[in-house]
């Protein structure tokens, strides 16, 4: 376009300067790539179509939760002892997925009756116990019971247990009863199960 005089200078457009602009006024050209700081008070009117599907790699500090994983084991039947060495009622294998995992145990010795002994119960790892404050599932439990054939129960009798295996080899883990006092015959499982249940606790 031709001029008289000096050339004026270049202005801008601004939004201002193109009210209403339709789509399909624009059919050509090129436009600058947007990014989310150039979006602002978008509500959620102004998304329509299709929105591309989002992959788990884009979300990010969301747990997938601490246990990692629940094993069972259990046993059924009646045992009977006078030993005071401790012998396997129930066991239960657990691969810990980390050496920073713990490993929660639910234990529980079937229902105990007929005894003239004390019964105490313990978890055990591999042949080692497992000492803490909260080792002793049950203790003198027994006591005053008769084992002379009346049906003189107690019920089941549970206890838990963490433990840190710093390992991630395969753990056993068994519960083991005994009499625990100077004298007497033990029974257990007489209508219930002995049970063990691991967890493995993510760190």
Do not use: W
Request: charge should be neutral; aromatic fraction near 2%.
């Amino acid at each position: 376009m031709g001029f008289i005089g000096v050339q004026p200078a270049t202005v801008p457009l601004s939004l201002s300067d193109i009210p209403d602009l339709p789509a399909t006024k624009i059919t050509s050209g090129t436009f600058p790539a947007l990014n989310g700081s150039n979006l602002t008070s978008l509500t959620a009117g102004n998304l329509t179509g299709t929105l591309p599907a989002i992959s788990g790699a884009n979300l990010t500090g969301v747990s997938a939760g601490k246990i990692g994983q629940v094993v069972a084991g259990s046993s059924a039947g009646v045992v009977t002892t006078s030993s005071t060495s401790y012998s396997v009622i129930t066991t239960v294998n657990i691969t810990p997925s980390a050496t920073s995992s713990k490993v929660l145990l639910l234990g529980t010795i079937g229902e105990v009756d007929q005894c003239d002994g004390r019964l105490a119960g313990r978890f055990f790892v591999g042949s080692t116990e497992i000492t803490s404050s909260e080792d002793k599932i049950l203790q003198e439990m027994g006591r005053g019971l008769s084992n002379t054939g009346s049906e003189s129960h107690r019920g089941n009798v549970s206890q838990s247990i963490l433990h840190s295996p710093n390992s991630t080899s395969q753990q056993t883990y068994t519960i083991k009863i005994a009499r625990s006092g100077s004298s007497g015959t033990v029974r257990c499982g007489n209508g219930g199960s002995n049970t063990i249940i691991a967890l493995e606790v993510l760190a």
